[in-house]
């Protein structure tokens, strides 16, 4: 299966990268190809709204968006993959989900697969409610099939995030894939 990771954090190597390389791993030992698309320091513009793409792209912006779509469009499976703020995405991951609007039809008719790998420096039982009904709504709107979501809470530094049963909870999402 080939899998195409969305990384929406602007650190590099922060916590969520602690994560996507666990989940690579786990991925790759059990046979898939992955890539991973930075979507923090991409050229991706906001989306206008002006539905130039007729909601079927291609977008008149010239910016990375293509590349990401083909990507995306050639892939089994996406995975969202952002530290928490605010309670929800990062915006730099938003940004380019609000550029699906080129190419919703295109992904709803793949039923692909999608995971979701999230980090948070709180750790309160609520955490992560926003984000999670967020992304549950892109699942059903989108129509993927949901395989998994790893978040991490408490996971406000790399050394926490390794310290932490989150690295091997994303191995484990990695490795369990179909």
Not at 103 to 118: C, D, G, T
Not at 130 to 150: F, K, P
């Amino acid at each position: 299966m080939k899998i195409t990771v969305l990384q929406g954090s602007p650190n590099r190597d922060g916590s969520t990268a602690v994560l996507i390389e666990n989940f690579m791993k786990g991925a790759q030992e059990s046979g898939h190809t992955v890539s991973v698309i930075d979507t923090a320091h991409g050229n991706i513009s906001s989306c206008t709204g002006c539905v130039a793409c007729g909601y079927e792209g291609p977008c008149i912006q010239q910016d990375d968006i293509a590349q990401i779509r083909e990507e995306i469009l050639t892939s089994d499976m996406i995975v969202f993959a952002t530290p928490l703020y605010y309670y929800g995405m990062s915006a730099q991951l938003k940004t380019v989900i609000d550029r699906f609007c080129a190419f919703n039809a295109s992904i709803q008719r793949k039923h692909m697969k999608s995971a979701l790998l999230a980090v948070a420096w709180n750790s309160d039982d609520w955490t992560f409610e926003a984000l999670n009904a967020h992304y549950r709504t892109l699942v059903r709107y989108l129509n993927l099939e949901d395989q998994g979501v790893v978040l991490g809470a408490g996971c406000g530094t790399p050394s926490m995030t390794r310290h932490s049963r989150y690295p091997k909870e994303a191995l484990r999402l990695g490795k369990s894939l179909k």
